[in-house]
């Protein structure tokens, strides 16, 4: 787990990573049987800068709120395949994407 302000892991199977290091990254990816997920803005632009996504999955809601940080960075420029998309009965879209290169 990557975080500058959790004090400690979760659980006994987990560590805090105080910065991101992409060759560590690549080297779970490599080690892992399961896929990667990765949270927050901050850390998923610093992944797609790197190149380690393989899909992006998005929750869009039909509201604005202004401010804050964007889902995507405006400084990286991916192709993208569309691979499913769903609607949910309170107006949600799920976007699943591919990142082709």
Request: glycine fraction near 6%; avoid cysteine; proline fraction near 6%.
């Amino acid at each position: 787990m990557y975080s500058r302000t959790l004090e400690e892991p979760s659980s006994a199977r987990t560590r805090i990573e105080r910065e991101f290091a992409p060759e560590a990254v690549n080297r779970m990816k490599d080690e892992s049987e399961r896929d990667l997920s990765v949270g927050g803005p901050e850390l998923a632009a610093q992944a797609l800068r790197a190149g380690l996504v393989d899909e992006i999955q998005l929750l869009v809601s039909p509201i604005v709120v202004g401010g804050g940080n964007a889902a995507l960075p405006d400084d990286v420029r991916v192709p993208l395949e569309l691979l499913d998309e769903r609607r949910f009965g309170n107006d949600v879209v799920y976007l699943q994407y591919r990142v082709t290169t």
